[in-house]
């Protein structure tokens, strides 16, 4: 479910105007060498201010980027718009697409599921699955189980490692319900799809007081 308060992140930061470098190397893999790079069609769920379709548009993909914040959709638009770069955005519910089934080649969360409880992301992953075509690829990256700040919050109710806030670490006060991923839940939750990999990413900040940890994986529609 979305939270009213990604507006306000959304409005108050600058951060995030470039994809990260994980999920270039993906797409470089998997569809640079596409015959028509604008016949590969690649949603993003949760796209925030447009950083990564901003690349994709960039790179000759046809995109289309959902989000529950009007100011996320709005300002990822108007950067798309001033580069000239053709691209679809639009304010809706991820937990219930928009689109008809078999539409994208390819889907892409990048720290989106992390801020919805369990529940609903297994219902926005049976949605992914459904809009992808046969062959299709998800590229997932969430926040894992490990990270600092885990158990410094409150927790919702009925389920594990999924919080209300977080007290300390790097998604400390004001980031909204955050949901740490165990490696014991990855298959039960990608259950749709067939996992490909499985990776991990490390980073810390503040001489290493605050360590953030991340899976990255990369799934296909069977």
């Known amino acids: 479910m979305w939270n009213r308060i990604w507006d306000t992140i959304f409005s108050d930061n600058e951060w995030g105007k470039y ?53 996320g959709v709005e300002r990822a638009a108007a950067r798309l718009k001033a580069e000239s770069l053709e691209g679809t955005v639009l304010v809706g519910d991820i937990v219930s697409l928009p689109f008809e089934d078999e539409t994208f080649d390819c889907a892409i969360d990048i720290e989106c599921l992390y801020a919805n409880s369990r529940k609903d992301c297994a219902r926005i992953l049976s949605e992914i699955h459904r809009v992808l075509k046969p062959g299709g690829k998800l590229f997932s990256k969430t ?41 014991r839940e990855i298959p039960e939750l990608y259950h749709p799809f067939r996992i490909d990999s499985v990776d991990t990413l490390l980073r810390s900040e503040k001489n290493q007081a605050h360590v953030t940890k991340e899976w990255i994986i990369q799934c296909t529609k069977a």
Request: hydrophobic fraction near 30%; charge should be negative.
């Open 143 to 183: 926040f894992m189980t490990g990270t600092t700040g885990e158990g410094s919050g409150p927790k919702l109710e009925g389920e594990e490692n999924t919080y209300l806030e977080l007290r300390e670490g790097p998604l400390r006060q004001g980031c909204g319900l955050i949901r740490l991923t165990s490696e």
């Open 19 to 71: 994809p990260p470098e994980d999920l270039i190397r993906f797409i470089a893999r998997d569809f640079y060498a596409a015959p028509s790079r604008s016949d590969v069609r690649i949603l993003e769920v949760g796209c925030g201010t447009g950083a990564n379709l901003w690349y994709l548009a960039r790179e000759g993909f046809r995109v289309t980027g959902i989000d529950g914040s009007r100011v």
